[in-house]
């Protein structure tokens, strides 16, 4: 399970974390083919069999899609009355302390924050104690912080947040009619809306599909293929590369390394163990993919170089390469990379042989019997949960708060 964790963490990491070819040609990505193909034992690329992903695309996902409209134009509004409950989002202020003394990042600051009770992610029961109390209440949440919480001076220690309720959140959300979607959309009915989305969801999942059996035919390769010498250096480098990533996403959520691995369920040795592995597996699905370029003569050009450079810029909203390599830690070898990698598992994929099925062309599921207006009214009263769930996951807690600006 661990490793799983990480391997989330990671993903995104792993599939930038790229090396730079250093060899006689000046071309990087020859360079790179001239430096790792030698040392490579192909496993069998050509003429693959497989079988295709064909992932249905059903009235329930198309009503999930429609339903973000909806969400996405919800009004809140702030109760002042009643009382909260758990599920309830509510916006609150508060002042924690440790023996009576205040301590750093464990105050909002009377700028109010919002939380959903039950799901806020607040240290030990922070959000039972609010539920019951209407706006306006201020009362005392007494919570013990955890032994390992990642400050010393907060370790294990019972702490007082005062606590004043501001008013409970409420969303009212539009009905779906035509008038609205002609409104909010290009689209003139709900009908052609609902078509429209559907068309984009089977699209989309269709692209999603080849790019599940690319990364099958790839992993296939990584089973199958054998790397003869890997240079020690070039693990050390994508080791550090990955570090520094981890480093990066610890540093967004506003706290160090330790933390961050203990809430990913790892220590310092187990995560230097996963982040080498890591790195081997960049590595030799790299040298793979530079021998196979080096087998079928797969070049990439200096302009095609250029193109993925400004793909990237447009992608990220970064203004020039300098700042991307700087951003990144990319090198100007690094996009040559990215472009023969792309060209090879097109090889690999083109020349694939997929399996009959025997389900004929993939095609997009929609149950019988439901009707645009069965779709509407599904949309309109999923909304609530939609928008509870988005509140939920956006929410910061008081020990992460603490953790933060504590350092």
Not at 6 to 24: D, F, P, Q, R, S
Not at 101 to 106: D, I, L, S, W, Y
């Amino acid at each position: 399970m661990r490793a799983k964790k990480l391997h989330l963490v990671l993903v995104g990491c792993l599939g930038l974390a790229l090396m730079t070819g250093c060899g006689k040609s000046s071309n990087p990505g020859e360079a790179m083919k001239e430096r790792y193909a030698p040392y490579v034992d192909l496993g069998d690329y050509k003429a693959i069999q497989y079988t295709p992903t064909e992932t249905e695309v059903t009235s329930e996902r198309v009503d999930q899609k429609v339903n973000q409209l909806i969400t996405q134009n919800g009004k809140k509004i702030e109760k002042k009355a009643g009382v909260a409950l758990q599920g309830d989002t509510v916006n609150i202020d508060y002042v924690g302390s440790v023996d009576g003394v205040e301590f750093a990042g464990g105050s909002t600051g009377g700028k109010g924050t919002e939380i959903t009770l039950g799901s806020s992610g607040y240290v030990d029961n922070f959000d039972k104690q609010i539920e019951g109390h209407s706006p306006g209440d201020t009362f005392d949440v007494n919570v013990t912080f955890p032994e390992n919480y990642g400050k010393e001076e907060l370790n294990g220690k019972a702490a007082v947040f005062k606590t004043t309720l501001n008013y409970i959140v409420s969303t009212e959300y539009p009905e779906l009619t035509d008038e609205f979607v002609a409104e909010k959309t290009e689209y003139k009915t709900v009908a052609e809306y609902r078509a429209a989305v559907e068309a984009d969801l089977v699209k989309s999942q269709a692209e999603q599909d080849v790019q599940t059996d690319k990364d099958a035919m790839v992993e296939q390769l990584l089973e199958t293929s054998v790397v003869k010498q890997y240079s020690e250096a070039d693990i050390e480098d994508q080791t550090q590369r990955l570090i520094k990533q981890v480093e990066s996403s610890a540093s967004a959520y506003g706290i160090d390394m330790n933390q961050y691995l203990s809430a990913i369920g790892y220590d310092a040795d187990k995560f230097q163990e996963e982040i080498r592995k890591g790195a081997e597996k960049v590595i030799k699905q790299r040298m793979i993919v530079c021998a196979i370029a080096e087998k079928e003569d797969i070049s990439v050009t200096k302009a095609e170089a250029d193109a993925k450079i400004q793909e990237l810029l447009s992608t990220t909203g970064i203004s020039d390469v300098a700042q991307l390599n700087s951003y990144t830690g990319y090198t100007d070898d690094d996009y040559y990379y990215m472009v023969l990698e792309e060209k090879v598992i097109d090889f690999i994929y083109n020349d694939a042989v997929p399996k009959d099925t025997g389900k004929g062309t993939s095609e997009t599921v929609i149950e019988e019997g439901t009707s645009e207006a069965a779709g509407t009214e599904a949309a309109s009263t999923e909304a609530p949960a939609t928008e509870a769930g988005t509140e939920a996951a956006s929410t910061e807690a008081p020990a992460t708060e603490a953790a933060s600006t504590a350092e």
